[in-house]
Structure formats: structure tokens, C-alpha cells
């Protein structure tokens, strides 16, 4: 059974960051694309970044670009989202999900982890 | 980037009765067009991908139909559970874009 827990999520003040991680365990981790979507009730679901099974190709939304890095540690089974320079419109649910055949639909996902950035 | 456009933005329908759902892409992606339903509090969850193949365990009333920039998902008879947001999505090429949403509810 394919499983997905994010961790790392919280307040944290604009301007801060914030490293949020997702494990993954009932599939081979590094055969596959992972990627994160972010959920507001404002702006809906947005895909924030995607990474290739082997970490060497990655992918931004615009409006991370140049603050958020994602990394992968398939060793440890382990996704991340490195966050800086946080807004206040980047409060959201982040989840994290599969991504099928390198760069196709998002078929697990896992909770979500909330972030919320305010003074 | 591709713009998804979801209509309605409510669908009310009674329990049994078919709902039908649609979704526009600004410009062509093929068939590279993925279903999701979302409950409260809940993850969004793979319901149809490449337009028309449902995912797994997904019951045989979700169907999904289209082509380049017109695209439905049709629930046959719709069943208590089934009463959620639904969103599209597409996989053409980066950024993926999702559609805003269209929720369903009890008439």
C-alpha cells in the first residue's frame, strides 16, 4: 500500500522558512516523479514543484521560483520542499503526491501538512 | 500556462440522478487530462487520467470523456458518497494547472 505523511508544516512569520519533508513507503521511491501541490481556499490547487525520480530535473510554479527548492533523498525514501523568503500568500495545505510515468497524473497523495505564514 | 475552466461552479442533484461535469482548456492538451474528487478534509483522489481510464478501485458509474480542450466527467447515478469537489487537471506540459472546482451537493 502506497503511503504518503508530510511533516514540517507551522506558523512562521513573513519572511521566514520553513523545510517540509514527505516519507514514502509501499512503492519503489526512486523509480518515480514526485511532486507538490498547495491548496488555498483562494486560489485552489496549485502545483508548486516537481522532481524526477532521480532528483536531477526539477520543475517550479512561477510563483515559487528562486525561493522554494525541492530535493529528494532516495535513500531515505524522502521527499522535501525547502521554503524561503515566505509571504503571507503562501499559507496553505502543501501535499505531497506520486507523479505516474515521469511527468503524468498525481495518482497518491499524501494528507497535507498546513502552512501558514503571519506575524 | 494552460487556464482550466470548470463548469458549474455548484451542481446540485439528487441522490440517483446523473451529473455531468465539464472542464476547458484554454489551449489543446491532448488527452492529458486527469479527474480528481476531493471531501472535506480530505486529499484530492485520482479518479479518471488520459481523459477516459478510470484509476484504480474507481466504480464503474465515474466515466470521462473529451479530447484537446473539451473534457466531462460523467457519475451515472450518483450515490451519497459521491457528493464532493470535483477537479480537473491537466499533464501537457509544465506548470500543470488544476480547474477551480465544481462542487456537488444534495438537491
Known amino acids: 500500500e502506497v503511503q504518503l505523511l508530510e511533516s514540517g508544516g507551522g506558523l512562521v512569520q513573513p519572511g521566514g522558512s520553513l523545510r517540509l519533508s514527505c516519507t514514502a513507503s509501499?512503492?519503489?521511491?526512486?523509480?518515480?516523479?514526485m511532486a507538490w501541490v498547495r491548496q488555498t481556499p483562494g486560489k485552489g490547487l496549485e502545483c508548486v514543484s516537481m522532481i524526477n525520480g532521480g532528483g536531477g530535473t526539477t520543475y517550479y510554479a512561477d510563483s515559487v521560483k528562486g525561493r522554494f527548492t525541492v530535493s529528494r533523498d532516495n535513500s531515505k525514501n524522502t521527499l522535501y520542499l525547502r521554503m524561503n523568503s515566505l509571504r503571507a500568500e503562501d499559507t496553505a495545505i502543501f501535499y505531497c503526491a506520486t507523479v505516474a510515468h515521469g511527468g503524468d497524473r498525481f495518482d497518491y497523495w499524501g494528507q497535507g501538512t498546513l502552512v501558514t505564514v503571519s506575524s | 500556462e494552460i487556464v482550466m475552466t470548470q463548469s458549474p461552479a455548484t451542481l446540485s442533484v439528487s441522490p440517483g440522478e446523473r451529473a455531468t461535469l465539464s472542464c476547458r482548456a484554454s489551449?489543446?492538451?491532448?488527452?492529458?487530462l486527469a479527474w480528481y474528487q476531493q471531501k472535506p478534509g480530505q486529499a484530492p483522489r485520482l479518479l479518471i487520467y488520459?481523459?477516459?481510464t478510470r484509476a484504480t478501485g474507481i466504480p464503474a458509474r465515474f466515466s470521462g470523456s473529451g479530447s484537446g480542450t473539451e473534457f466531462t466527467l460523467t457519475i451515472s447515478s450518483l450515490q451519497s458518497e459521491d457528493f464532493a469537489v470535483y477537479y480537473c487537471?491537466?499533464?501537457?506540459?509544465?506548470?500543470?494547472?488544476f480547474g477551480q472546482g465544481t462542487k456537488s451537493e444534495i438537491k
Open positions: 509501499g512503492f519503489t521511491f526512486n523509480n518515480r516523479a
Open positions: 489551449q489543446s492538451v491532448s488527452s492529458n
Open positions: 488520459g481523459a477516459s
Open positions: 487537471q491537466h499533464y501537457y506540459n509544465w506548470p500543470y494547472t
